[in-house]
């Protein structure tokens, strides 16, 4: 690490040699910065796809298991329909038998009628006239059946109808949710697909990344061997040339808010090998205040109640030292 006086710093960093290597420094650090945001965003947009793909995914799998369900509703209502469909069957067969009895009967009642039309005898009119209306009880009885019947055969029917209508609605209803769970299934691979896509990305991004931290670390060795200094991440140092307690400090960055100063980057600042940039004071010739001679400001610094305000100043109660 060279000795320097402030004003041959000065001039080194007013230097074409410097300005070359803060410049290729500058563009490693951008390169740095952006590859390292864009590896941060590719993995977080990765991550968000991979959820996004998982939720697709299981509202597919709920999708493909309420189409199971309505295809076993569909099932269960076309076999209701055929149970009422046999029993429609079996019932027209019973209709059909008591038809055959009805018509029997009416046929007796139209001979009962004729004979009594046709007999002379008031004696065996008498008794033919009783064995009709016993016919004719016997066929309003049996003439109920029929229709009764008849009427259970038609509901049969019509319930075997709606549970027809009802088992293809089910199965029209299973199909469209298939349908759509395959579409979402198709969509989670497409996401799965784009997360694996950007993780690529974040990797080739992170390479990139890896290979502009390379690029700064063999800038900041050149630092070392071409300009003398001690080379670290955010200042390069060198030593003081008329005070061997003292270094300069020469910021890389811009930090507002870290430091006991507003930092700028290629500012120069003056430091102790006991605070080095802990605390840091303005350049200047000859030498510098130091802990050695007195000089209280970092540790007023550190304890005072706010950057800026020396202990007693502006405080309540506060006593100066």
């Not at 064995?131 to 229709?147: F, G, I, P, S």
């Not at 709606?162 to 199965?171: D, K």
Request: glycine fraction near 8%; proline fraction near 2%; charged fraction near 35%.
């Amino acid at each position: 690490m060279k000795a320097l006086s402030l004003t041959e710093l000065r001039d080194l960093l007013q230097g074409g040699t410097f300005a070359a290597w803060w410049a290729e420094l500058s563009r490693a650090h951008v390169e740095l910065r952006d590859a390292g945001a864009r590896h941060r965003e590719l993995l977080s947009q990765a991550e968000l796809m991979d959820l996004r793909a998982e939720l697709v995914q299981r509202t597919a799998m709920d999708a493909f298991s309420d189409g199971g369900l309505a295809e076993e509703e569909a099932a269960r209502a076309a076999a209701r329909a055929q149970e009422l469909e046999n029993r429609a069957l079996t019932l027209v067969g019973h209709y059909e038998e008591q038809r055959f009895r009805t018509s029997d009967i009416w046929y007796r009642l139209g001979g009962s009628e004729r004979s009594i039309e046709e007999s002379a005898d008031a004696v065996a009119r008498k008794a033919l006239e009783k064995q009709l209306q016993a016919l004719q009880q016997e066929y309003a009885v049996e003439d109920r059946k029929r229709d009764r019947l008849w009427a259970e055969v038609e509901e049969a029917w019509e319930a075997a109808f709606e549970q027809s209508l009802l088992a293809h609605e089910h199965t029209d209803r299973s199909r469209r949710i298939r349908k759509e769970a395959e579409r979402l299934f198709e969509e989670a691979e497409d996401r799965k697909q784009r997360s694996r896509q950007l993780r690529g990305e974040a990797e080739a991004a992170d390479r990139e990344r890896g290979a502009a931290g390379d690029r700064q670390a063999k800038l900041l060795e050149r630092a070392r061997h071409e300009l003398g200094c001690a080379a670290g991440e955010r200042f390069l140092y060198w030593r003081h040339r008329e005070d061997k307690r003292a270094a300069f400090a020469v910021a890389l960055v811009d930090d507002a808010e870290a430091y006991n100063l507003p930092v700028k980057a290629l500012s120069i600042y003056a430091v102790g090998p006991k605070r080095g940039v802990a605390f840091l004071e303005q350049p200047r010739e000859g030498l510098a205040r130091t802990v050695e001679h007195g000089d209280r400001r970092f540790e007023e610094y550190l304890l005072g109640p706010r950057q800026g305000v020396r202990r007693g100043e502006g405080g309540n109660g506060g006593t100066t030292p």
